[in-house]
């Protein structure tokens, strides 16, 4: 992985840590999930609906059910109420405890539909 990669990832070029990537002005056509273990990709066009506050956000898309918990997640709500998240990413075990300031993702859980 390169290193503007891994910089567009984790939203080291941001003002504030991320483990979310927005886009700056096209919609993306889908949103890449980046787990410890496993990674999925689900296109916007499956999107209902997202619901939560500022320590956890819930995405339900027609196939997936996605639980994002953490710190500060407004603004992770207006990205994803405009449809302009590329990519969440899941933290390792040293970046859950990281720093008090600014949005952060600390788990993210995926259930699919049945």
């Not at 979310?20 to 980046?34: F, G």
């Not at 990709?41 to 209902?48: D, R, Y």
Request: glycine share 6%.
């Amino acid at each position: 992985m390169n290193p503007q990669s891994r910089e567009a990832m984790t939203g080291a070029s941001n003002e504030v840590s991320r483990n979310w990537s927005p886009t700056a002005s096209e919609r993306p056509i889908n949103l890449e999930i980046i787990m410890l273990k496993r990674t999925f990709v689900i296109p916007w066009s499956q999107f209902l609906y997202a619901e939560g506050g500022e320590d956890e956000v819930r995405l339900a898309f027609s196939t997936h059910d996605i639980l994002v918990a953490g710190k500060c997640l407004g603004s992770l709500m207006r990205d994803l109420s405009a449809q302009r998240v590329s990519l969440l990413q899941e933290p390792v075990r040293a970046e859950r405890f990281g720093s008090d300031m600014g949005p952060q993702i600390i788990s993210i859980s995926i259930r699919k539909m049945e």
